[in-house]
C-alpha cells in the first residue's frame, strides 16, 4: 500500500462498512432474527422493483445536497455543521413561492428553485458572517440556527400557511411540480440536477485555480494568507455556496418529493450530510456514492423492518459505525508509529 | 400583561431559571474539563442523549432516580470513551469525532428505547426526583424558598462551580492539569503523563455530561423522547465560550440561557396569541447574540483542538 495515497481512501471506508455490518448482525442475531434474512430483506428492499429502485433515488437525492453542503464547506476548513436549517430555509422559500405568488407552471417552479437557493445561501451566510467578522465558532452559530429554522418551518405550517386543520402547508401545485425522470418512478429530475451539481464542485474544486486557493484554505490557513490569499473572503464564500446548495436541496426535495411542509420534514438530513462527507473523504463524487449507500440502506431498513422484524434503527447505528470506524481507520493510518510501521516493512521488502 | 412584573412571575422565573440552568451548568462544566485538557468535544449533544436514556431507564427499572443519575454518568463516561480512544490514542480530528458522537449515540438511545419499549408504546414514565430543602438555609425569607428547595442535583450542580474554581486555581493538580491543555509539550517534561491526563478529562467530561443527560430524564420531565436534548450540548459549549474558561464564567453564562429558557416558557402561557415558536427561539438567538455581542476573544486553553503526538516535534 503507497503511503498516502488513493487505494486507502477506498480500503478504510470499505472495510469500516464491513465492520458496522458485522456489528449489525450481531446485533440482529442478539435481537433473535436471523441477520442473512434481515440483509435479504435489505436489499429486497432497496432494489427489489422499479417501485423500491425508484424509492431509493428518491431518497437520495436530499442526502446529495446536504452531502455536498458539508463537502465544499469543510473543503475551506470551515465545519458547515447548519445543512439541515439551510435546506429547511429553501424549502420554506420554495412552498412560499409556489403557494402564496399566484405563479404556476415551470417558471414557478424554477423561480422556487433559484429563490431556495438564494434563501439557503442567506441562511448559510450568517455563520460565515459571524466567523469571519466576530470570530465565533462556526459550529455553534451554524447549529443554533437549525433550531431557528425547524421552528421557522414550525410557525409556517401551523399558521402562516396552514392548509385547513391539520398542521400541514398548501400543496405545490400539480403545475409547478418538478418533472419526473420517467413514468411510474418517483425519482426526479432533482437527481440529475444533484450530480451535476456534485460534477461541477469537482471540477471547481480539482480543476480551477479558486478552487486550488480555496482547498489550500482549508489545508492550511496561515500559510494560505502568507501566500496572499484572502482567507476570510474564500470562508464566507464557502459557506454562502455550502448553504446555497443546501437550500436548492431543500426546495428541489419540496417542489418534486414531499409538495408540503409538516411535522420533521428534513429531520436529521443535516447530520446525515455530515457523515455522508466525512465517508466521502470530502470528495464530491464520492459523496454521491456515499448518499445512494445510505439511501439504500433508509429504503432497504423499512422492508427489513416489515419482514424480519427488525427495527430499522438499527440501520442508524450501522450508519454511525460506519463513520466511527472510517475515520478512525484514517486517522490510525496517520499516526507516525503506523507510518514507521509501513516504512520499515517497505525498506524490509527492498533489502530482500 | 400587566401580570408580568408581579412578585409571584419573578419567583417562578428565577426558580424555573435555576432548573433550567442545571442540564446546562453540569454539561458546560463536563466541556470545561475537557476544553482544559486541550480536548474539545462538540460530541455533548450525543453523550446527554445516552445518559439521557441511561438515566430514564435505570429510574424506570428501578424506581430510583438516584440509580438513574448514576447509570446515566456510566453511560456518559462509555460514550465518551470512544471519543477518547479515537482523539487521544488514534490523534484523529476532534470536530470529526465530536461529531460522530453527534450521531452514534443518539442513535444507539433510540434503538434500545424502541427494543424495550416496543415501536408503538403508550410513553413509559419513571420517578422524578423529590426536591430536598436544606433546613436552615430554606428559612431565609425571598430567595431561601427559591434556592434551596431543589433536587439534589441542582445542589451539587452549583457546587461543582466553587470546587472547579478552586481546583484550577489553587490546586497543585489542577496546575498541571491546565497545562495539558496549555502547553502539552511543557507539561510532558516536566513529569505529568499527559494522555493518561486526557484521559482522565475525558472521563470526567463523559461523567458530568451524562449525569446532564440524566438530569432532564429524572429531574426535568419523566419520560425520555428522541431529541430531548435540543441542542443543549451546544449551548452549553457556547456558554463555555461566552464564560471565557471559568467556573465562575461559565456559572453566569448558564444562568444567562437558563434565564431565556425559562422566560420562553413563561412567555407562551403568557402571550397564546403569539405563536410559540417565536418564544422557542429565544434561547437560541439569545445564546448566539450573546456570542455575537462579546465576540471570541482568544482566550482559553492554547492547545485545545490540537492532537498530541509524544513523539512529534
Known amino acids: ?352 | 400583561m400587566e401580570s408580568l412584573f408581579t412578585w409571584n412571575f419573578a419567583s417562578e422565573i428565577v426558580l424555573s431559571t435555576f432548573r433550567m440552568a442545571t442540564p446546562l451548568l453540569l454539561v458546560a462544566l463536563a466541556e470545561l474539563y475537557s476544553e482544559r485538557a486541550g480536548l474539545v468535544n462538540i460530541g455533548l449533544d450525543g453523550i446527554m442523549s445516552f445518559g439521557a436514556l441511561a438515566g430514564f431507564m435505570i429510574s424506570y427499572l428501578t424506581g430510583n432516580p438516584f440509580l438513574g443519575i448514576l447509570a446515566g454518568a456510566l453511560g456518559g463516561v462509555l460514550v465518551n470513551m470512544v471519543y477518547a480512544f479515537c482523539t487521544v490514542t488514534l490523534c484523529a480530528e476532534q470536530t470529526v469525532y465530536g461529531m460522530a458522537l453527534n450521531i452514534f449515540a443518539p442513535a444507539i438511545s433510540a434503538f434500545i428505547y424502541r427494543v424495550y419499549f416496543g415501536v408503538s408504546s403508550t410513553l413509559a414514565q419513571a420517578t422524578l426526583m423529590k426536591t430536598i430543602a436544606i433546613p436552615v438555609l430554606k428559612d431565609i425569607p425571598f430567595i431561601g424558598p427559591l434556592l434551596f428547595n431543589q433536587t439534589p442535583m441542582v445542589y451539587f450542580a452549583y457546587l461543582m462551580v466553587p470546587f472547579t474554581a478552586v481546583f484550577f486555581n489553587r490546586t497543585k493538580a489542577g496546575l498541571s492539569y491546565k497545562s495539558v491543555g496549555e502547553y502539552p509539550k511543557a507539561a510532558e517534561t516536566l513529569g505529568i503523563n499527559v494522555v493518561r491526563q486526557k484521559y482522565v478529562a475525558c472521563i470526567i467530561c463523559g461523567l458530568l455530561a451524562g449525569i446532564g443527560g440524566a438530569y432532564l430524564t429524572t429531574c426535568y420531565v419523566n419520560t425520555y423522547s428522541d431529541g430531548i436534548v435540543a441542542g443543549r450540548g451546544f449551548i452549553a459549549l457556547s456558554a463555555v465560550i461566552f464564560g471565557h474558561w471559568t467556573g465562575s464564567g461559565v456559572l453566569m453564562a448558564c444562568l444567562l440561557f437558563g434565564f431565556c429558557d425559562a422566560l420562553q416558557l413563561k412567555l407562551q402561557i403568557i402571550s397564546k396569541d403569539t405563536p410559540y415558536q417565536l418564544f422557542q427561539m429565544i434561547p437560541y438567538v439569545c445564546t448566539l447574540a450573546a456570542l455575537a455581542i462579546m465576540g471570541a476573544k482568544k482566550a482559553g486553553p492554547k492547545a485545545k483542538g490540537k492532537p498530541y503526538l509524544r513523539e512529534e516535534r
Open chain 1, 1 to 352: 500500500m503507497k503511503l498516502g495515497g488513493k487505494s486507502e481512501n477506498i480500503i478504510i471506508p470499505l472495510i469500516a462498512v464491513i465492520l458496522a455490518f458485522l456489528i449489525g448482525g450481531v446485533i440482529i442475531a442478539a435481537l433473535g432474527s436471523n441477520p442473512v434474512d434481515a440483509v435479504g430483506y435489505l436489499v429486497q428492499g432497496a432494489f427489489g422493483s422499479k417501485t423500491n429502485i425508484g424509492a431509493t433515488l428518491v431518497k437520495v437525492t436530499p442526502l446529495i445536497f446536504t452531502g455536498l453542503c458539508a463537502c465544499f464547506a469543510y473543503r475551506c476548513g470551515v465545519f458547515n455543521l447548519g445543512g439541515e436549517g439551510q435546506f429547511i430555509m429553501g424549502a420554506v422559500t420554495a412552498v412560499w413561492v409556489t403557494v402564496s405568488w399566484g405563479l404556476e407552471g415551470p417558471l414557478a417552479c424554477a423561480a422556487a428553485l433559484l429563490l431556495g437557493a438564494v434563501a439557503g445561501g442567506i441562511w448559510g451566510a450568517i455563520p460565515g458572517i459571524l466567523k469571519v467578522f466576530r470570530g465565533l465558532n462556526e459550529m455553534i452559530v451554524s447549529i443554533m440556527l437549525n433550531y431557528v429554522a425547524t421552528l421557522f418551518m414550525g410557525w409556517v405550517y401551523t399558521e402562516l400557511l396552514r392548509d385547513g386543520s391539520v398542521p400541514q402547508t398548501f400543496p405545490v401545485p400539480d403545475a409547478s411540480k418538478l418533472g419526473r425522470l420517467m413514468p411510474g418512478m418517483r425519482a426526479t429530475w432533482g437527481l440529475v440536477i444533484a450530480v451535476l451539481i456534485a460534477a461541477g464542485i469537482y471540477y471547481f474544486l480539482f480543476n480551477t485555480s479558486k478552487g486550488f486557493q480555496l482547498r489550500a484554505v482549508g489545508l492550511n490557513a496561515t500559510a494560505s494568507r502568507y501566500q496572499g490569499f484572502n482567507v476570510k473572503r474564500y470562508m464566507l464564500f464557502s459557506f454562502i455556496v455550502s448553504g446555497a446548495i443546501a437550500g436548492l436541496g431543500g426546495a428541489i426535495e419540496l417542489v418534486g418529493t414531499q409538495f408540503r411542509l409538516m411535522s420533521g420534514f428534513a429531520l436529521g438530513f443535516g447530520f446525515d450530510g455530515v457523515a455522508i462527507a466525512l465517508i466521502a473523504q470530502l470528495n464530491p463524487l464520492a459523496t454521491v456514492l456515499v448518499a445512494y449507500f445510505f439511501a439504500v440502506l433508509r429504503t432497504g431498513a423499512t422492508t427489513m423492518q416489515v419482514g424480519s422484524g427488525v427495527p430499522t434503527s438499527v440501520i442508524d447505528i450501522i450508519q454511525a459505525l460506519v463513520i466511527i470506524f472510517a475515520v478512525a481507520g484514517m486517522a490510525f493510518v496517520r499516526l507516525p508509529g503506523f507510518k514507521q510501521r509501513m516504512l520499515n516493512r517497505q525498506r524490509g521488502k527492498k533489502e530482500e
